[in-house]
């Protein structure tokens, strides 16, 4: 794979000279162009991109396209699509693509076909979630499962967490629930409502090394245990109300779960592109197997489309080229992702692991520190919520934040009242947001009110929209197993090209380790009587905390 540096190429010291000239553009001048909205849009099966309300002209887009050559991106796709050990740092493939491939295809990683596998494990997620769905898998008093709770972190969790409420509509009988963190309120306030006859529990943890993940599942047991003691033989018992998800067998087994009940995956899938894996155990478990698969299949077209499709048409390449754009030259520091859909409420919150561990990087590919931004921060709340919460700040704050707008020609319950009004705010938005107010057109409003005019005039500067905010909008028919899927998928992509963009490793994550290492020294100091040194401040915290 290339390493170059980005800002050392033909095409970076072009769009800097291009920037230059065209920052002050204004969008809605570009719009004098009628055809503006088709040449900046890209329809592609029930998806339509449009990012013509960004702040481009077609000498940008073919720069940006420049710029995706010289950093070779095609030729880091075929690396990333055909096994290579991209993620060098951890040595390792980079193949949760794998995972959503036709059962009858061909993925070879060190020349070993991995979808023979991969089926394998998608005839076992499916055998179990026929038999504890259909109520054929009984807890240990002879009742069906009725709830089943997600134990995981991270990856583990998030993909997981926010696919169930994704596809709540399309759930079966089962409950499903999520715990995630370490703190015992969490676990405590879930168990409050379970009934050890009926839960089951999906401990999943890649490395099952995990902190969080194994306390609260040593937790769980406990108070399974409890609840069974006396009545039945314990491993039995567990054995039916506990699975676990796991490249680490062996960890597993001294759990003491029953390697029956163990779905593996395999260290080519990151955590946080983990969900098409078993990790989405608990998923195919709340919707069944056949909607987790069509969830796969939609991921599986978006992958075809990022592969096949010619740069120019290409949505996730497009996407982060946009994005490169406002990061690197605009210096926007920010992504705000805002689906108009309730369903999509974790969306965001799972982006963030998605996007910002994987980009959150400063070192390039040559073990350099970078002299140019990286990982954008995001974020984003459900419209037509978040409208009402921070869109203040995005329309008159002093911010540049470039915002994704994702919604759905349908509903899934058919209230088109309701649907108009929540797509009127989605449309309207975009267009406030390019558009803005100018002070005569202020003015003008303020006028037919009937207010004197020393009083308009101090109300005018205040009613002001500059405007010129950027916007990329997708409109999707519906929200179904199939756009999920293929949605989802474009954002990895999109990840993928923007770390290749950026000369960064996208697949690796020691940042999170440093916090890891001290905790586990900051709890021997907690559980003992001495604390080891730190500097004043966390001494002074930690002895505070102790007292
Ligand atoms: O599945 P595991 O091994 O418990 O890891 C959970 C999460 O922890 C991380 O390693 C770091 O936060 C994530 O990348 C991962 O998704």
Redesign the pocket.
Known sequence: MQKVNPTQTKAWKALQEHFNEVKNLEMKTLFEDDSRAEAFSISWEDFYVDYSKNRITSTTKSLLLDLAKEMKLEDAKHAYFNGSEINETEGRAVMHTALRQPTQATVEINGQNVITEVNEVKEKIKGFCDTVISGSHKGFTGKAITDVVNI?????DLGPNMVAEALAYYHNHLKVHFISNVDGDHVHESLKYLNPETTLFVI????F??QE?LSNANTARKWFLSKVAGTVQEGEAVAKHFVAVSTNEEAVKEFGIDPNNVFTMWDWVG??FSLWSSVGLSIALAVGFENFDKMLAGAHKADEHFKNTELEENIPVLMALVTVWYNNFFKAESEAIIPYSQYLNRFAAYLQQAIM?SNGKSVDRNGNAVDYQTGQIVWGEPGTNSQHAFFQLIHQGTKLIPTHFIGFKSSLHGDVDHHNKLMANFFAQTEALMNGKTEEEAREELESTNMDASAIEKLVPFKVFDGNKPTTTILIDKLTPESLGSLIAIYEHKIFTEGILWNIFSYD?WG?ELGKQLAKNVLTDLNSDSIASHDSSTTALINRYKS
Do not use: P
């Not at 999943?204 to 490395?207: L, Y």
């Open positions: 995981g972190i991270g990856g583990s999943v943890s890649k490395t090394t995990t993940t955590g946080r561990e994550q999170v």
